[in-house]
T-cell receptor, first 110, second 114 residues
Framework: QKEVEQNSGPLSVPEGAIASLNCTYSDRGSQSFFWYRQYSGKSPELIMFIYSNGDKEDGRFTAQLNKASQYVSLLIRDSQPSDSATYLCAALSNDYKLSFGAGTTVTVRA | IAGITQAPTSQILAAGRRMTLRCTQDMRHNAMYWYRQDLGLGLRLIHYSNTAGTTGKGEVPDGYSVSRANTDDFPLTLASAVPSQTSVYFC?????????????FGPGTRLTVL
């Protein structure tokens, strides 16, 4: 079992809708959590990180963390075709190593 | 500022050959990392270096070696390539080790071992 699990997808949403991505992690000692976006054939790029319980908003993106449930999520509001990509969830361990989930592919339908 | 560069962009390699993937960063970041990305498995850490002169093993280190002679360069060597090492390899770097430590990724090297 991977340390970080993501809903397998693919996820297809209409333009303007909310895309909801989920992630669970097994290491309770994980310090913080990162969401990366990866376009096909490109390298991962950081969207945002979160390390406190609750919500963190950055533009159209909202990350949510629940450490008791070992659960992280990413909401993409007003989804655009340019949001079509694979989204990677990662957990930072106590020794500062990132463990990545396998990713969820999102397609936004125009 | 280029950030992180990797070379080559892609390579087809015969099994048993030795290959070095190059990674250079110009951000003066302390830590550097090598990952491989395989379909359905996500990114897996091969080796890392928290600072120049030190290296450590990640999740999947077998068959790979690294060195960190200076801050900027972190080459990954496959001593004798095998087909299971066919993958996309990403180098990454980060400035410091802390809870908001953000890793920045290079463009990747697509390696095919036949």
């Amino acid at each position: 079992q991977k340390e970080v699990e993501q809903n397998s997808g693919p996820l297809s949403v209409p333009e303007g809708a909310i895309a909801s991505l989920n992630c669970t992690y097994s290491d309770r000692g994980s310090q913080s959590f990162f969401w990366y976006r990866q376009y096909s054939g490109k390298s991962p790029e950081l969207i945002m990180f979160i390390y406190s319980n609750g919500d963190k908003e950055d533009g159209r993106f909202t990350a949510q963390l629940n450490k008791a449930s070992q659960y992280v999520s990413l909401l993409i509001r007003d989804s655009q075709p340019s949001d079509s990509a694979t989204y990677l969830c990662a957990a930072l361990s106590n020794d500062y190593k990132l463990s990545f989930g396998a990713g969820t592919t999102v397609t936004v339908r125009a | 500022i280029a950030g992180i560069t990797q070379a080559p962009t892609s390579q087809i390699l015969a099994a048993g050959r030795r290959m070095t993937l190059r990674c250079t960063q110009d951000m003066r970041h302390n830590a550097m990392y090598w990952y491989r990305q395989d379909l359905g498995l996500g990114l897996r850490l091969i080796h890392y270096s928290n600072t120049a002169g030190t290296t450590g093993k990640g999740e999947v280190p077998d068959g790979y070696s690294v060195s960190r002679a200076n801050t900027d360069d972190f080459p990954l060597t496959l001593a004798s390539a095998v087909p299971s090492q066919t993958s996309v390899y990403f180098c990454a770097s980060s400035d410091y080790l802390g809870p908001t430590d953000t890793q920045y990724f290079g463009p990747g090297t697509r390696l095919t071992v036949l």
